[in-house]
Every structure is written in structure tokens, then in C-alpha cells.
């Protein structure tokens, strides 16, 4: 047993004096304290001051979060300006134009709900569906203290729709996006606005409708492109606002190892001789780059 530890002393002393030739002072417990101190690399004692690594996972958690962030961690505080105004300005981008297409939106369906009407539409489906190759029966109330949406059966209204085969869709109930896509998009429903050829009691051929798609239809249509374009604006900065967060992330990450790059120390044994008494002393040397 005491053949092994001796062994194992005399390799671990082999392996320190090796990894540091200066230290072979002759006494194992300063070498060893030396040793250990240059192993000790997270944190470095300079003066009054304490500079610590960075730890890269912190850093880019932190940008994760708040772009930025981890910039401001490691002492990169020109990029982490950078980052925070990218964020700010696209995160107020992103706001500012989803309520300006929340806007645009109750304007074109308003518009739609003052001069596109579905008791319209259903009547002419009544009148010209036979023509078109279809058949329909639909149900309109005669109340007309209700509102259009409320005076039509929508599964009569449907139904029509589904036997005239150039149709390509059938209507969504009033309220839903779809609806008002719709009626603005599709000529089917052309002849529900109140400046069609139906409404202004000229219609006279079957498939006149699929041309009829002027005035009221176009402009309706531009109203909800409008607002189309506003929220294209909206996702558009959501999607920077998202790709800063990851850039910051990457940077941030990059910054910490660099940061810990930077931070160099060597150590060495100083003799000093006092009345012809060697002693040593360890020496550390800090250096920073910038």
C-alpha cells in the first residue's frame, strides 16, 4: 500500500513539474499552491478589480430574451444599443401597422355592409340560377327592419350556389373573414352590390355577371388590399423583430467566448534572497486586450 501511494506522489509530482518547469522550487506545497492557482482561470484578481469568464450559455440566454442583453453582459455596449433600437423600432412597427390594418379592416367592412347585400344576391340567384344551370329557392325574410345577413336562409342560399357548376365557392356566414374576402373577390357575387347591372335592373343575359365586376366591386377590393398590404408591413417587422432576437443570441455567444479569449494569465516563481536565504514567491500577470 505505501509502495502504491508513493507511486501515485511521485507521478503526480512528475505531471506538475513537467506541465511548468519554473516551479521546481524544491517545495512541494508551493509548487502545488502555484498550481492549483493557475488552474483557478474562471475567475483572475487584479488589483481592486475581480474579472470573471463569461459563461456563453448566459449570454445568449439573455439575447434570447432581450436582444441586447447579452451584449450588455459582456461589455459590448455599442452592439447591445444596436440591438435594443432594432427591437424597439420593429416591435413598434409591428404594432403600429396591425392597428392601422385593424383600422382599414372596419372601413372595408363597413363599406361592405353598407353597400353589398346578400338579400341582393339571393334574389338574383332566384331569378337567373335556372339560367345559369342551377336551380334556387331561397327563403328571404320580408322584415326589412332586419339586417340583410339576417334576412336570408343561409343553407337554401348554399344550396343554390352548390348546383350552378361555374360557381367556385359558396358564401361564408356574414361576419367571417371569409365573407368579406368573398364579395369583393369572386364575380359570382358581383351582383349583390347596389351598383350592378341586377340592382340597376339591367341585367338581361345568364352569365353577364362574370363581367360585370366594376365600381363599387373594384373599389371595395382596393380597400381590403389596402389593409392586406398594412398587415404584410405588421408581419414583415414581427419577422426582423424574430431574427434579431436570434442574431443578438448568436452574437452574444460569440462575444462571451471572445471576451474569455481575452483574458490571459501567466504565473512564475520570483526568488528573493534575504541574508542568504532564498525565498520564492509566485508572481501573477494579468492581461487583458481590448
Known amino acids: 500500500m505505501k509502495v502504491s501511494i508513493l507511486f501515485l506522489i ?9 506541465a511548468e518547469p519554473e516551479f521546481k522550487t524544491g517545495n512541494l ?139 367556385s365557392h359558396t358564401l361564408y356566414p356574414h361576419g367571417h373573414q371569409q365573407y368579406y374576402e368573398m364579395i369583393g373577390k369572386y364575380p359570382q357575387y358581383s351582383q349583390g352590390w347596389d351598383d350592378s347591372k341586377f340592382a340597376k335592373g339591367q ?18 377590393s382596393g380597400l381590403r388590399g389596402k389593409a392586406n398590404d398594412l398587415y404584410n408591413i405588421a408581419d414583415k417587422a414581427l419577422i426582423v423583430t424574430i431574427t434579431n432576437h436570434v442574431i443578438s443570441m448568436i452574437d452574444a455567444i460569440i462575444s462571451a467566448n471572445n471576451y474569455n479569449s481575452k483574458i490571459t494569465m501567466s504565473a512564475k516563481l520570483n526568488q528573493v534572497n534575504f541574508g542568504g536565504i532564498a525565498d520564492y514567491y509566485p508572481e501573477i500577470n494579468l492581461k487583458v486586450r481590448f
Open 29 to 167: 506545497k508551493t509548487d502545488f499552491q502555484l498550481f492549483s492557482l493557475l488552474n483557478q482561470t474562471n475567475e483572475v484578481s487584479s488589483g481592486n478589480h475581480t474579472l470573471r469568464q463569461k459563461s456563453p450559455i448566459l449570454a445568449g440566454t439573455l439575447s434570447a430574451l432581450i436582444p441586447g442583453a447579452g451584449e450588455i453582459y459582456t461589455g459590448n455596449y455599442l452592439k447591445a444599443l444596436l440591438f435594443l433600437t432594432v427591437e424597439g423600432v420593429t416591435i413598434y412597427l409591428n404594432y403600429h401597422y396591425n392597428k392601422k390594418g385593424d383600422e382599414q379592416t372596419i372601413l372595408f367592412q363597413n363599406y361592405a355592409d353598407d353597400y353589398w347585400s346578400v338579400v341582393r344576391y339571393a334574389e338574383w340567384l332566384n331569378q337567373w340560377a335556372p339560367a345559369l344551370g342551377g336551380n334556387a329557392n331561397i327563403h328571404i325574410s320580408p322584415d326589412q327592419n332586419l339586417k340583410p345577413w339576417m334576412r336570408v336562409n343561409w343553407d337554401e342560399l348554399n344550396q343554390a350556389e352548390r348546383t350552378i357548376k361555374e360557381f
Open 10 to 18: 511521485i507521478i503526480f509530482s512528475f505531471s506538475l513539474f513537467a
Open 203 to 220: 341585367y338581361s343575359v345568364a352569365g353577364e355577371y362574370y363581367y360585370d365586376t366594376q365600381g363599387k366591386f373594384i373599389y371595395y
